[in-house]
Every structure is written in C-alpha cells, then in structure tokens.
C-alpha cells in the first residue's frame, strides 16, 4: 500500500480546532485526524491500524500540555520554531516517541510552530498528564530526537541506490536501529532517482516533501506533500521534479 496526498488535496481539508481555547488549525493528509472538543477525543479508544497523518499549525505563543498517545509516532517540525519540553524545534526537527511516552509541553514562539503527526496507526487524541495516569502503560516509554544540521547540505551519497551519486545527498536525522526506525533527508537534483531501503526492514514509513517536488505518475507532488508506504510496498523509488527534491524518509520500528 502507497498512499500519496499532495499539499492541494489536503488543503481541502484544513479546519480550525479549539485545544484550550486556542485556535490550532489542522490539515488532515491520510486518515482522520482527531478532533480536540469532540466526546471520543483522548479517549482508552481502540482504533484500526490504518496509518494517520495531519498538519498542526499551533498559533503563536500557545501550549500543548504534556501528554501521551497509544500508537507510535513521528512529529517532523517544517515550520516556525519554540520548545518541546526542554528541546529546541526548528525545522527541521524530528521526534520519534513510541506508543506510552510522555513529552511536552509544546511551546510556541512568535511565528507559532508547525509539525507534521505521522502516525502508524490510528489515535483518538492527546492522553494529558496527569489526569490520564490510569491510562499509561509504563515501560515502554521511547523517545529519538533529531536535527537536521543548520545550513549543511549533508553528505553526497556513495551507494548503489542513486543513478549519479555524487548528486544525491543525504543525511541521517536519527541513525538506523536494529529494528529499523531511522529518518533519513535526501536532496536530488532535477529528476534525479533514488531507491529507498526495503520497507519490511522496518514497520511503515512516511515520506515529507519539504522543497521541490515527488514525481508519482502523471502527478508531481509539491512541498508539504506526504507518502505512506506499508511493508509490502518493498524498495521504493523517488524522483525529483524539474526544480529537484527535499524530502524526509520516516521509518517505523518493527513491532
């Protein structure tokens, strides 16, 4: 299963969420994202394992209080900047957090703070702490932070998955795992290609356009686009558009 969404269609779906009284609007990409207000949200709700992926623009100078989800997930920051309980995110920042581990506060700065949720699998919303305690499954708590480096280009790749290597660049966000998680950026040049590892390596990956764009067929999928590649999709190939390509590979652990 490859599901592709670009930035259009999603807008489509854009609304604005109260989360404390504070206007977050939402873009829903794969899935339904939770609705904050609603009598399900942050409820014990068990949901089907279809991936879930939504845009949050949280408005400047707000916070989202500390919290937890029961599925595994990755929240990649693509725009303005503040804090994530003691760590900085910028863009691009990217944090791993496994099903049962609190993080947070989210903190805005002036320009707010936007980050993707991708998730493997449905969620009905934030878990806050402390109220939530009964529902927290302690011990398996896992938490990955990464930081694309300010201004580096990262490294030319020298493997056999680009058709001209010395074009291709790449570097790890959070560094492969024996179970397969990793978050890799990749720049390619104008309609360069470029084969990602196997997806049964891992449990699910998403891909985020972050400049350029994704050919897919007849569609060339622009910046803010996102893919989810179950893991009977096996290696999957990327190519750049005319203007080239800036994406992120987000890979789930095994189970």
Known sequence: MLISTATETAMTRE???????????GR??????????????????????????YLVMQPA??????????????????????RVGKLRADPLTVQYAGGHTPYG?????????HYFTLRQAWDSGAKYLPANNDLLDKGR??????????????ENSNDANSE?????????????????????????????????????????QYHVVVSGSLLRGDAALPALSVEFASTDEGAIEIQAGAEGLELVALRFPKA
């Not at 899935?31 to 992926?53: M, N, V």
């Open 28 to 53: 829903e990409y794969i899935g339904s994202a939770p609705k904050p207000g609603t009598r399900d949200y942050g409820q014990d709700i068990a949901g089907d394992d279809a991936p879930q992926a």
């Open 141 to 154: 708590q896992r938490q990955v932070v990464g930081v694309k480096s300010v201004g580096g280009g990262g």
């Open 15 to 25: 609304s604005i969420q109260l989360v404390d009284d504070q206007p977050y609007t």
């Open 61 to 82: 100078h707000s916070t989202t209080r500390p919290h937890f989800h029961q599925t595994n997930q990755f929240q990649l920051f693509v725009g303005g900047g503040g």
């Open 164 to 204: 001209d290597t010395n074009m291709v660049q790449t570097e790890y966000l959070i560094e492969p795992t024996a179970d397969g998680l990793y978050v890799n950026w990749l720049a390619l040049p104008s309609n360069g290609k470029y084969l990602l590892p196997d997806t049964a390596e891992g449990g699910g």
């Open 105 to 113: 506060p989210i903190i805005a700065e002036d320009q707010g703070i």
